[in-house]
Nanobody
Framework: QVQLVESGGGLVQAGGSLRLSCAAS????????MGWFRQAPGKERELVGA????????YYPDSVKGRFTITRDLAKNTVDLQMNSLKPEDTAVYYC????????????????WGKGTLVTVSS
């Protein structure tokens, strides 16, 4: 069993930045791929960043590429999402997840979800 707790969400103006953090407890997740997802009202949950355990390979969809950066610290059992140049369409609840990255097609198999943290970007 793994517990994931997200933090760092809040209200920010368009063009601003936020850093989200995810802390894992229970079983260590050092051998898991990690991902960040988001879900806005009326929209499907989407993957916005993923990083592999082996090799630290990252993935970003075009909607956030160049603006978001995912990092992990194996020693601290944390994964962060640095979000820059935020846009109103980035407004969503952001979720941390453990699982496995699948590259073809790009997707992410989720084993555990965090409860989410709300990010609101004002125009």
């Amino acid at each position: 069993q793994v517990q994931l707790v997200e933090s760092g969400g809040g209200l920010v103006q368009a063009g601003g930045s936020l850093r989200l953090s995810c802390a894992a407890s229970g079983r260590t997740f050092s051998s898991y791929d990690m991902g960040w997802f988001r879900q806005a009202p009326g929209k499907e949950r989407e993957l916005v960043g993923a990083i592999t355990w082996r090799g630290g390979i990252t993935y970003y969809p075009d909607s956030v590429k160049g603006r978001f950066t995912i990092t992990r610290d194996l020693a601290k059992n944390t994964v962060d999402l640095q979000m820059n140049s935020l846009k109103p369409e980035d407004t969503a609840v952001y979720y941390c997840a453990t699982g496995g990255m699948v590259r073809v097609p790009p997707t992410f198999r989720v084993d555990y979800w965090g409860k989410g943290t709300l990010v609101t970007v004002s125009s």
